[in-house]
């Protein structure tokens, strides 16, 4: 048997499926969720998922869920005592994290994990975030930087939600649009979109979105972040009652009752407000502009259409009246993991030695181009990214079932994306050049205290705003104003404690 297990061991080194079991000679089972991930996908049968689970010794069982939905499945699972070992949240929610660790739902961090995992430490120091992560001196939560090793993204970070349109549409019509569009010319081109009905098919959408991404569209408008509370002369205010969210309201209303606005854009999710465009029957929208994301609206295109999705969709960002770039700050980060309180400590040993490892560029790399030795080579200092046996290249997405886990456990793949050889080049030009352009122009900062302030009363905060702008939005025969100032009287048994415990914090 001794002689059977060793004979095992050297074909399986061999193959390349196991570095070695000395360090971790136990073998582990775990659960996970990781937020890019469905029910219709296997993870666990791939070259990418045996080389890994091999050199550390593990198997896992995926909880899948929509990427539209993790959130709520999270908190269900969290809140019932049912969440699977690890978790890696998309839209992490800072109060509901506090809360969480408070009442003992989540486990904690071992003592010196920092010692231990220095390149998993080095990634959250990058996040900008670390101190913040503890509560009450513990830290229950590993938040994942966006930008950190690859991409040479330095000072504030913006968000890159960008309008995508159809250039060639543009080109025909004779219209021509930059880096950047004023909303005077943006509306002027989707009118003339529908005007000549350019997908042909009787009924071209202008543009189209979710509530949510049209608000954060039109908000740009306001000069606040409009969902959130800052400090001004020294006091706490909402920022849904500052006057410059009634102008982004306005300016939304006027364009919804133009036409160039999808009539059916707040009962759209996601999914469905891009699937108009990827289909070929919208002129534009505004959604997510990482470089995995432009190019996954591009493939997605090319399918639908047959189109040339290079020579057909392009990006631009949205200018003020005198033609100065809108942008955002955004956190150096989008996702956190977490684990269950019923985690055995040698199951979350091994999975915060896996997540130290993808930090490392060894990690980041096996993980993101593929497996070294048969996706990609270092020819002399450089990633070369290796053909496929019939001398096409495919992009490790369209290989490993098991990277939509991995990717999201250690630096996030947005970083290397910008040196990564196997991305499509032009989609990264653009988004270069995005980033260049907003951060030339005016930026709505987050207040920094309110982003990782806790209390009973920013946890009991409940008001999902894009919801009522819609409705202002859509509503015939209303007084915007008047109706806008009601809400915000309306809710103030809801926006006001958040308002005087800030101020107790923080105010001058």
């Known amino acids: 048997m001794k002689r059977f297990l060793s004979l095992l061991l050297c074909l399986m080194l061999v193959a390349g499926i196991v570095p070695a079991f000395a360090e971790y000679d136990t073998h582990v089972s775990f659960t996970i969720n990781a937020g890019h991930t469905n029910s219709e996908m296997d993870y666990t049968h791939d070259s990418l998922y045996e080389m890994i689970s091999g050199k550390f010794n593990f198997d896992f069982e995926v909880y899948p869920v929509s990427k539209d939905k993790q959130k709520e499945k999270i908190i269900t699972w969290v809140n019932g005592g049912t969440m699977p070992d690890s978790v890696t949240m998309r839209d992490f929610d800072y109060q509901m994290y506090v809360t969480w660790a408070e009442q003992g739902l989540l486990a904690p961090l071992p003592e010196g994990w920092e010692e231990k995992y220095p390149d998993l430490y080095s990634m959250v120091q990058t996040s900008g975030i670390y101190e913040q992560m503890k509560v009450d001196g513990v830290t229950y939560g590993i938040p994942h930087a966006t930008f950190a090793r690859f991409s040479g993204m330095q000072g504030t970070v913006v968000s890159h939600l960008s309008v995508y349109y159809r250039k060639d549409w543009a080109q025909k019509l004779d219209i021509t649009i930059g880096d950047t569009i004023t909303l005077k010319d943006y509306e002027a081109y989707l009118k003339a979109c529908i005007d000549n009905d350019m997908a042909g098919n009787g009924n071209t959408i202008g543009f189209t979105d979710d509530p949510d991404n049209l608000c954060n569209l039109f908000m740009l408008f306001s ?24 102008k982004g309201i306005q300016l939304a209303r006027e364009a919804y009752e133009m036409g160039v606005i999808d009539p059916d854009f707040y009962l759209n999710e996601s999914a469905d407000a891009t699937n108009k465009f990827t289909s070929g029957v919208a002129a534009s929208m505004f959604i997510n502009c990482a470089i995995s994301s432009y190019m996954g609206y591009k493939s997605t295109f090319e399918e639908s259409t047959g189109l040339n999705g290079g020579e057909c969709i392009a990006i631009t960002t949205i200018a003020d009246e005198d033609g100065t770039p809108l942008g955002i700050q955004t956190n150096n980060w989008w996702a956190v993991t977490m684990f269950s309180p019923e985690i055995k400590p040698e199951v979350q040993e091994r999975l915060l030695a896996m997540m130290d490892w993808i930090c490392s560029e060894e990690g980041q790399l096996n993980v993101l181009v593929g497996i070294e030795g048969k996706d990609w080579e270092m020819a002399d200092g450089v990633v070369k990214v290796l053909p496929e046996a019939d001398g096409t290249y495919k992009a490790t997405i369209d290989k490993y079932n098991s990277y939509n886990v ?38 709505i900062l987050m ?24 409705r202002l939005i859509v509503t015939k025969d209303i007084d915007v104003e008047a109706e ?12 006001q404690p958040v308002v005087d415990d800030l101020n107790a914090a923080f105010a001058n």
């Open 223 to 246: 000069g606040v972040d409009h969902d959130a509370f800052r400090k001004v002369d020294g006091k706490y205010v909402w920022n849904f009652a500052d006057p410059g969210v009634l």
């Open 406 to 443: 991995f990717r999201t456990q250690g630096i996030l793949a947005d970083d290397y994306s910008f040196i990564n050889p196997s991305n499509d080049q032009d989609v990264v030009a653009q988004v270069k050049q995005m980033y260049a352009t907003r951060k030339q122009g005016k930026i």
């Open 447 to 470: 207040d920094m205290d309110y982003e990782f302030f806790s209390s009973d009363n920013k946890a009991a905060y409940s008001l999902k705003l894009s919801d009522e702008v819609a």
């Open 484 to 495: 806008w100032q009601k809400f915000i009287n309306d809710n103030a048994g809801i926006w």
